[in-house]
């Protein structure tokens, strides 16, 4: 069973920074696209970046809200995902989910339950 | 990149079928077939729903279909039911350095 579980939300300041991790499990993690969508309360939902699988070199897209403060990586030996976030504001408030990018395809076909960010 | 457009909210009895459409730009929706929709219920992460404009990933009910018409795609829902209600969110691939962009949303209601 394919499983995403982010863990390190919580509440900081602004101007703080917080790092989300999430553990995978139940699949190939390294031959998927890994994607970090977040929702503010009560507001859509907005891309925030990408990190390519290993046979795209990892490289990786942020959305420009974020580019220049948020730095994703991962560590395939250990199935996780992470997001650094860094000089954090208010609007950065959301609840970040992580998504699995369907193999072969442009979609998210699997997310985590989500982790609450509260910059205050 | 701005955000697609949906109507706010969609309403309709049980069995009767809604649309929910989503209007985007020559620079997404209209130039790529990377259509999706997600459902998401309250407290609860989104679920994919339709792909590639049409395509039903599997579990999911043919109830549910997709379209694509130019600059705007469409879900169609037919034989609503209960647990229909939702949120319902369109996403479309962009091919810049904004990968993608999400609709607005769309709130499902079930009379």
């Known amino acids: 069973e394919v499983q995403l579980v982010e863990s390190g939300g919580g509440l900081v300041q602004p101007g703080g920074s917080l790092r989300l991790s999430c553990a995978a499990s139940g699949f190939a993690f390294s031959d998927h696209a890994m994607d970090w969508v977040r929702q503010a309360p009560g507001k859509g939902l907005e891309w925030v970046g990408r990190?390519?699988?290993?046979?795209?070199?990892?490289?990786?897209e942020y959305a420009a809200s974020v580019k220049g403060r948020f730095t994703i990586t991962r560590d395939d030996s250990k199935n996780s995902l992470y997001l650094q976030m860094d000089s954090l504001k208010a609007e950065d408030t959301a609840v970040y989910y992580c998504a699995r990018v369907r193999v072969f395809g442009v979609e998210y076909d699997y997310w985590g339950q989500g982790a609450l960010v509260t910059v205050s | 990149q701005s955000a697609l457009t949906q109507p706010v909210s969609v309403s309709g009895s049980p069995g009767q079928s809604i649309t929910i459409s989503c209007t985007g730009t020559s620079s997404d929706i209209g130039t790529y077939a990377y259509v999706s929709w997600y459902q998401q219920h309250p407290g609860k992460a989104p679920k994919l729903m339709i792909y590639?404009?049409?395509n039903r990933p599997s579990g999911v009910s043919n109830r549910f279909s997709g379209s694509k018409s130019g600059n705007t795609a469409s879900l169609t829902i037919s034989g609503l039911q209960a647990d229909d209600e939702a949120d319902y969110y369109c996403?479309?691939?962009?091919?810049?350095?904004?990968?993608?962009?999400f609709g607005t949303g769309t709130k499902v209601t079930v009379l």
């Open positions: 996403s479309s691939y962009t091919g810049s350095n904004t990968l993608y962009v």
């Open positions: 590639e404009v049409s």
């Open positions: 990190i390519e699988h290993r046979t795209k070199g990892h490289t990786t």
